[in-house]
């Protein structure tokens, strides 16, 4: 993409094909990826398209439905999964795990081949949406950022149980955004004791957060990583950091397992190489990465939303810092401020 060509664009209302949705979208999320295509570091438009629509975080509502559509009507409240299967229909996509595509040639809506759904009306294939009760209208948008941590913890038990009896009791999430934050619930939600790791003061807003889930809120100016105790069966890496990544390493105790979340910038000499190899081969230890999701844990995402409200009261809302218009697209789109979680624009309200 062209670096800082974010603009607005009037274009014709799309309408669905025989098995798509036209969605009256309510609410886009903006993270990380939305910038880094801004700034022109990836991003695809669709074939025969000069622009991108940006937008893989969503809510919308269905308002219209194509011939061949079954099980969705018109105002349903839905969120569309994001990758889409590869042009060869790969071993992976072909099973409905586009998530795992080996070919690379996927489409991703917002980000790769597909337009996103940052517009008023916005389709997607009706295959590939899930729909949220009507008490996620205001929250739905956290469910593709969900996503990412459902697939991460799922992958995460099913190697481990695979490996051998497994019995996880602590866990280590680095990183306090929002896919920490998320992460924190669901590894609280099935009963782990959690330590959350970030930058901020004890008294911040994204501290908080943490200590609303019962977990422990560590912050790493004056805790650093490398005192922490050893001894961790589970650590969600979320910083992007490849020191930290490396140190990661280090925190899991026997039969442990890293799941890494982040996008990693190169970075040589990051630590000593045999030292972890070493230490992985005499601790049975695992590190994995996972990307992207696929429709099934969408699905178990809605539940895990209700699931984390009815547990902690405001803890999703509070999640959400800044609500933009579209029209103030430059604010939202512009670097986060220190204390800014999530910032979504509102499309309708
Ligand atoms: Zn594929």
Redesign the pocket.
């Known amino acids: 993409m062209q670096s800082n060509s974010l603009r607005i664009l009037d274009t014709e209302v799309p309408a669905p094909k025989k098995f798509e949705l036209q969605l009256e979208v309510q609410k886009v999320g903006i993270c990380g990826t939305d910038r880094d295509i801004i700034s022109g570091f990836y991003g695809e438009a669709p074939q025969g398209s000069e622009y991108l629509v940006l937008g893989h975080e969503s809510l919308s509502r269905v308002s219209k439905v194509g011939s061949g559509v079954r099980g969705f009507k018109k105002g349903d409240l839905v969120v569309p999964t994001v990758r889409r ?2 042009y ?6 072909k099973a409905g795990e ?1 998530d795992m ?3 690379g ?2 489409s991703e809506h917002g980000i790769k081949g597909l337009h996103g759904f940052a517009r008023e009306y916005a389709i997607s294939d009706s295959r590939f949406v899930v729909k949220l009760p009507e008490s996620l209208s205001d929250i739905g948008v956290l469910l593709e950022p969900l996503t990412v941590v459902e697939k991460g913890e799922a992958q995460t038990f099913r190697l481990q149980l695979a490996r051998m009896k497994w019995l996880p009791k602590k866990a280590l999430v680095l990183g306090a955004g929002p896919v920490g934050l998320l992460a924190t619930a669901i590894l609280r939600l099935r009963g782990l004791e959690v330590d959350t790791i970030a930058t901020r003061s004890e008294d911040s807003p994204k501290a908080k957060l943490v200590k609303q889930t019962g977990a422990r809120y560590i912050n790493a100016m004056e805790t650093p990583l490398n005192t922490l105790e050893k001894r961790y069966d589970i650590v969600f890496e979320i910083t992007g950091s490849p020191s930290v990544g490396f140190e990661a390493q280090q925190l899991i105790g026997v039969n442990g397992v890293v799941c890494f979340l982040g996008i990693y910038k190169s970075q040589q000499d990051t630590g000593d190489a045999g030292k972890l190899f070493t230490d992985l081969v005499l601790g049975n230890k695992v590190f994995f990465g996972s990307v992207n999701a696929n429709k099934t844990y969408f699905e178990k995402g809605v539940k895990d939303l209700l699931a984390i409200r009815k547990k902690w009261n405001g803890f999703l809302e509070k999640i959400i810092t800044r609500r933009a218009s579209y029209e103030d697209f430059e604010k939202a789109y512009s670097p986060e401020s220190q204390e800014e979680i999530k910032t979504i624009i509102e499309f309708r309200k």
């Open positions: 299967k590869c060869e229909n790969c071993l992976n996509c586009s595509c080996l070919t040639d996927y």
